[in-house]
C-alpha cells in the first residue's frame, strides 16, 4: 500500500513537498509515477522516477518547477513542487509502475497500489 502525504493551501508562487511512503514492501524495486486529479478532469501523469539509475520523467507543464526524487532508505518518494498556480491544484496520487524498472508513459492502467492522495489547493 502507498500512502501519499504533504498536501494542503498554498499560495500562487508557494512550493510545497508530497511524500508517497510504501508499507509492505521495497519501493527500491519499482519505477514509481505521480498522477493528479483535477475536479472534472481526467488523471494526469505528471512525472515518474525510474528504479535502476533514477532517470526521471515530468509532464511538460510541470518541467523547470517539479522535482521528483526517491529515498530507498526510508521507502520513500518524493515530489518537490514549486513555483504552484491554481492550475496545480488537484489531488496527488502515487503508484507503482508495473510495466518495469523504467518508467513509460502515464496509462492508469499500467500503475498499481494506488493510494489514497493527497489535496494540493493553490490559492490566494
Known amino acids: 500500500q502507498l500512502v501519499e502525504s504533504g498536501g494542503g493551501l498554498v499560495q500562487p508562487g508557494g512550493s510545497l513537498r508530497l511524500s508517497c511512503a510504501a508499507s509492505?514492501?521495497?519501493?527500491?524495486?519499482?519505477?514509481i509515477g505521480w498522477f493528479r486529479q483535477a475536479p472534472g478532469k481526467e488523471r494526469e501523469g505528471v512525472s515518474c522516477?525510474?528504479?535502476?539509475?533514477?532517470?526521471?520523467d515530468y509532464t511538460d507543464s510541470v518541467k523547470g518547477r517539479f522535482t521528483i526524487s526517491r529515498d530507498n532508505a526510508k521507502n520513500t518518494v518524493y515530489l518537490q513542487m514549486n513555483s504552484l498556480s491554481p492550475e496545480d491544484t488537484a489531488l496527488y496520487y502515487c503508484?507503482?509502475?508495473?510495466?518495469?524498472?523504467?518508467?513509460?508513459?502515464?496509462?492508469?492502467?499500467?500503475?498499481?497500489?494506488w493510494g489514497q492522495g493527497t489535496q494540493v489547493t493553490v490559492s490566494s
Open positions: 503508484a507503482v509502475y508495473a510495466g518495469g524498472q523504467y518508467c513509460s508513459g502515464y496509462v492508469p492502467t499500467e500503475y498499481r497500489y
Open positions: 522516477i525510474s528504479t535502476r539509475d533514477g532517470t526521471t
Open positions: 509492505g514492501f521495497s519501493l527500491g524495486y519499482f519505477a
